[in-house]
């Protein structure tokens, strides 16, 4: 049976190493970290070396680190109530909460005339599209840059960022909201004052404890220059893609993206069919933000760049990841473009 191929690290990152050892480790501390006694006690401890490593690998020492069950339960808890502007390519996390009054150009890119009453992410999940963060911006999603990018949060422009465990190798179903200090939050969640009063109810201490665990090797990666390699290999895909289809269109090309990401389009050919077929052939693939899977529907986000519903709906996306080959790239391109010259005679 032939070995699959992973090409979907923007919906999550396969678990590295350091955090399933850390996880591992973390299942034998036995107290609960809203306990004073010494099991209580090594189990805060636990939480508060992951909270220190999280802020280093963001580059946000000194700030309020708040953990969460993901980037979206953050999202909530900063944005609700507030009505904060953005644009269209925001994910569905930011832009339920949000007045929807900002436009994007066709590259993804947005200006933000009012950076304390917007919120502006940081990087595309679908396109790979990398802002520029005005200062005093209220809110960013940093979901997709955190671990891809060299970003700091103290120097990023904004007051409160979202991010995710599991899109650098931790575990699902762990995040955190990162706040300057002095600013707060009301909580939704409420009842025993953990996370600084913010967000109550007994820490996931395992998976903050790897979550910890991968950013610490994720900014590791990042300093060793892996991502450089990443992106050469997404250079060596795009250009294998473009000999097979003249007609295809690469998204945001010109423009500054993450790394990692392709996300193209030849108009006409549905999404998700091309990403059925890749299925079939070994590559995992996606069409769209993984929070929209399974639904039949035109990207918003390339709405909002100026595409139409038919180009918006052939889209797809592949995201490399550090273990990713030149092999397995060059094996999806031939892949891709055998089901290509089959929709194209069928079309005929």
Known sequence: MRQRVYLDYNATAPLRAEARAAMIAAMDVAGNPSSVHGEGRAAKALIE??????????????????????ATEAAGLTLAGRGLA?????????????????SADADGRVAVPDP??????????????????????AVTDATQAFGKLPFAFNWCGAD?????AHK?????????????????????????????????????????????AAATAAQADLEAGIWDGVEKLRNILENALA??????????????????????????????????????????????????????????????????????ASAVRVSLGPETTEAEVLGFAEAWSKAYARHKARAA
């Open 243 to 312: 000999e097979s289809a003249k007609e295809i269109i690469f998204v945001g090309k010109g423009a500054r993206r993450l790394p990692n990401t392709c996300c193209f389009l030849v108009p006409g050919w549905k999404g998700e069919t091309q990403v059925m077929q890749m299925d079939l052939a070994g590559y995992a693939i996606s069409a769209g933000s993984a929070c929209s899977s399974g639904k039949v529907k035109a990207s918003p986000v390339l709405r909002a760049m100026g595409f139409d519903e038919r180009q918006a």
């Open 116 to 137: 304390a009453a917007s919120t502006l992410q940081a990087a595309n999940s679908e396109t790979g599209m990398v802002q520029d963060l005005p200062q005093g911006l």
């Open 49 to 70: 070396k992951a909270r220190a490593q999280v802020a280093a690998a963001f580059g946000a020492d000194g700030a309020d680190i708040v953990f969460t069950s993901g």
């Open 168 to 212: 650098l190798g931790g575990p699902k179903g762990v995040g955190a909201l990162v706040l300057k200090q002095g600013l707060d939050v009301a909580a939704q969640i409420r009842g025993g004052g953990q996370e600084m009063g913010r967000r109550s109810g007994t820490e996931n201490v395992i998976g903050i404890a790897g979550f910890g």
């Open 86 to 102: 953005c644009a269209g390519v925001e994910h569905d996390a930011v832009a339920s909460w949000c007045d929807a009054r900002l």
């Open 160 to 164: 409160m960022a979202l991010i995710s």
